[in-house]
């Protein structure tokens, strides 16, 4: 029995739609692998996936794993699979691509197959377009190699590991609602004016640049969507509100994680992080349990990856 871990992706980071991701340190999915008990792949058990389906094909982590096996010419090999969700879906932290991550890892161990992280992506990347009915690797990739990832080529795999400043961290915010990938996709225009294609372009190449100079006024000038943001937030209540106090805080940047609700911050120290963090439990208060309404997570970005655990 193998149990991996894939942790939870703040993707698109504001100017890399579909081209840019990191992973959080928590969450993340757990997702345990063992034999099954007739041949083929089973899903035994969900915690905390309330909807997933049980049905591996219906399922991110299932097709996942059946593209493998295939792939390692054992179709028939008896799987069970246990996975153990630990975040909501539909909440723009690449709960999917964690599952589908995870899955891969946990059985790549389990049947010693010795594939590289970069040679199970696309097994991944197979169950994750189930959920999100596109090919898009900024939640996959992350979740799997760790650090600030900018994809050339989603159809390729082709990507690189970007330098992460030191001090570099988020705050992560998911507020009480819920908006799938599909869905918030469909929304989106396929035309981009030529003055957006230039400031979009202009701010993520220089984002680049500006990370391996660790050049934080650069990098705050630099996160500004001009794309997918306007088209997306009146999806998210209290967005405005809340990407205004960010700012006012010190925040270097402000935007919607993924396909949303969620809504990240990238910060240089936890003095401006933990302000933020308090700024989004007031403004999002309590719910009707007296919790508070809107998860928060912070913590530096998460190099390494999904694990086995
Ligand atoms: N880049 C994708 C989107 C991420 O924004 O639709 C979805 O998690």
């Known amino acids: ?17 579909d081209i840019m991701g990191f992973p959080m340190e928590a969450p993340g999915d757990e997702v345990i692998i063992k034999e099954g008990k007739e041949p083929g792949t089973v899903i035994s058990r969900i915690t905390k996936g309330k909807g997933l389906s049980y049905d591996p094909i219906k399922n991110t982590a299932g097709v996942s794993v059946i593209k493998m096996l295939e792939h390692l010419g054992i179709p028939d090999h008896p799987i069970d699979i246990e996975i ?40 991944a990347m197979a169950g994750e377009s189930v959920a999100s009915g596109a090919w898009h690797g900024d939640n996959v990739i992350p979740s799997m190699m760790g650090g600030i990832i900018l994809i050339r080529d989603n159809a390729t795999l082709d990507f690189t590991k970007l330098y992460v ?3 570099l961290r ?23 004016t030529l003055k957006q294609m230039i400031t979009q372009t202009g701010n993520a190449a220089t984002l680049v ?40 805080l010190g925040a ?10 969620s809504m990240f911050a990238l910060c240089r120290n936890t003095f401006t992080s933990d302000n933020i963090e308090a700024a989004a439990r007031e403004i999002y208060g309590k719910d009707h349990h007296g919790r508070d309404a809107a998860k928060v997570y912070q913590a530096p970005i998460n190099l390494e990856g999904a694990e086995v655990c």
């Not at 029995?1 to 739609?17: H, L, Q, R, Y």
């Not at 799938?180 to 981009?192: A, G, P």
């Open 165 to 167: 400043p030191n001090g």
């Open 252 to 261: 270097l940047g402000f935007s919607i994680s993924g396909s949303g609700p």
């Open 170 to 192: 988020y705050v992560v915010i998911l507020p009480p609602a819920q908006i799938l990938t599909s869905e918030s996709r469909s929304i989106l225009s396929d035309q981009v």
């Open 1 to 17: 029995m193998i149990k991996a871990f894939a942790p939870a992706t703040v993707s698109n980071v504001a100017v890399g739609f």
């Open 84 to 123: 153990r969700k630990k975040m909501p879906f539909g909440t723009g932290i690449g709960s999917s691509a964690a599952s589908a991550v995870a899955s891969v890892v946990a059985l790549n161990h389990y049947l010693d197959a010795k594939l590289t992280k970069r040679e199970l992506l696309p097994f």
């Open 209 to 248: 640049a500006a990370l391996y100079s660790s050049d934080f006024d650069k990098i705050s000038r630099c996160l500004q969507d001009v794309v997918i943001e306007p088209q997306r937030s009146h999806l998210i209540p209290k967005f405005d509100e809340m990407k205004q106090k960010a700012m006012e």
